[in-house]
């Protein structure tokens, strides 16, 4: 049984992703379709998400000295109104590149805010031993969302006398619709020491992650992964459009994806005990293990499967992941510590979306084997030497004690 809170942030943030879902959908295709290149879709995204690594830097001093549920309805609402702005001034058949730019970094902006916020509020509004179950249902419920999304997507894109444009306001809707969810959550806020300045805040949330080394060597490992995964991200869509010209099979492989990720939450939610780093890193290596099978086979169906067994490790980490994070940091400094989180976690996907942009115009049926070597080898070469296993022992001891 849910108590309200749980159900407010399940409800309303499974409303947005919901939207977003369909959003990502028809704009990478969209883009893909028009224009024909993965350059174009790799610079746009790229660009978008510059500004997001600067803002991650402060968003979490901000959700620590701020009221955390009023940073989540305000993100949600600017975040809508863009969306619903975007979607008047489309044309199906033409791509406003610097428009669709402009609304995107207003997007990343948000969530830039958005993200820490709501990953650093569960701890103050969930029950501790509550927390992993409800980060499982999080995942769960956003990766049934990833299943339906990607098709109710593909159909929407698919009707004429709909497009691109009514694509867009369905999700601004979503986002206020989750921004009204959010206001009735029962949450205490207490107001933070103003005497210090952001600054002096920022630096003593530096202080505390440097002060972790398997952390700092975990979110290391993260960008380098993600570095990769941008690059899937962008290849996925030009190998389908190149291969099948249906928006249909790429939708499809995003449904696998989730499927794949539900199946991989739901299966960790029934686990017991602690988060540990060793399991952490054990499901990115499963993660980009599967796409080596690309180099020996390489059909569609193989290719579904392949994405479903890379969603079930991905969940499976992020699970994990940010359930250590959310058990083991101190609450008073959870936002800033999740702002370098995903500061660092993001810094390499726009070099990561370029470069990949630009390769996917020459040899694009290889490169996803070449992205599951990068994340095998990302992990391995930062996690797997003596030094790191021995500190890793003594601080899982430590936390157990």
């Known amino acids: 049984m849910l108590s309200r809170n749980e159900f407010l942030v399940l409800f309303g943030n499974s409303t947005s992703q919901l939207g977003s879902v369909i959003f990502a959908i028809a704009l990478n295709w969209w883009i893909v379709d028009v224009t024909g290149s993965a350059k174009v879709l790799g610079v746009v995204t790229a660009i978008s998400l510059i500004p997001s690594v600067l803002i991650n830097l402060f968003g979490g001093v901000l959700s620590d000295r701020l ?5 989540l309805i ?44 709501m990953r650093a509020i569960i701890p103050e509004i969930i029950d501790e031993n509550r927390i992993k179950t409800i980060n499982s249902y999080l995942t769960t ?11 109710v997507g593909a159909w929407l894109f698919s009707l004429d006398f709909i497009g691109i444009s009514a694509i867009f306001i369905i999700n601004g809707v979503s986002f206020l619709i989750s921004a009204f969810m959010e206001f ?17 805040d920022f630096i003593e949330g530096f202080k ?11 979110l290391i490992a993260v960008s380098l992964v993600n570095f990769f995964i941008a690059g899937y991200n962008i290849i996925l869509p030009v190998l389908v459009n190149s291969l099948y010209k249906d928006s249909t099979i790429y939708s499809l492989a995003l449904s696998s994806e989730a499927l794949g990720g539900i199946i991989g939450a739901f299966l960790l939610s029934f686990s017991k005990g602690k988060s540990q780093l060793v399991h952490i890193s054990r499901e990115l290596i499963l993660c980009g293990s599967v796409f080596i099978l690309l180099i020996f086979f390489s059909n569609l169906y193989v290719l579904y499967g392949v994405i479903f067994f890379f969603g079930f490790f991905l969940t499976r980490f992020n699970v994990l992941f940010f359930t250590y994070i959310q058990t ?8 800033r510590v999740f702002s370098f989180i995903f500061t660092i976690a993001i810094i390499f996907m726009p070099i990561g979306n ?16 070449i992205i599951g070597i990068g994340i095998v080898l990302s992990v ?6 003596k030094s790191t296993l021995e500190h890793q022992r003594t601080s899982e001891k430590r936390i157990e004690a």
């Open 67 to 71: 009221n955390k549920r009023n940073i």
């Open 74 to 117: 305000v993100t949600d609402i600017i975040a809508g109104s863009m969306c619903i702005i975007l979607g008047f001034f489309v044309d199906d058949r033409n791509v406003n590149i610097p428009l669709v730019i402009a609304v995107n970094i207003a997007l990343s902006i948000s969530f830039s805010l958005f993200s820490p916020t």
């Open 141 to 151: 419920s956003s990766e049934i969302i990833k299943v339906s999304g990607p098709i």
């Open 184 to 200: 009735f959550i029962k949450y205490s806020y207490i107001q933070s020491n103003k005497e210090k300045s952001y600054f002096k």
């Open 208 to 218: 505390y992650v440097r002060r972790e080394p398997l952390l700092i060597r975990l």
């Open 328 to 335: 083991n940091i101190d609450k008073a400094l959870l936002g």
């Open 354 to 369: 370029t470069v990949f942009g630009f390769l996917g115009d020459y040899f694009y049926k290889g490169l996803l084997p």
């Open 380 to 385: 391995f070469i930062l996690f797997f030497n």
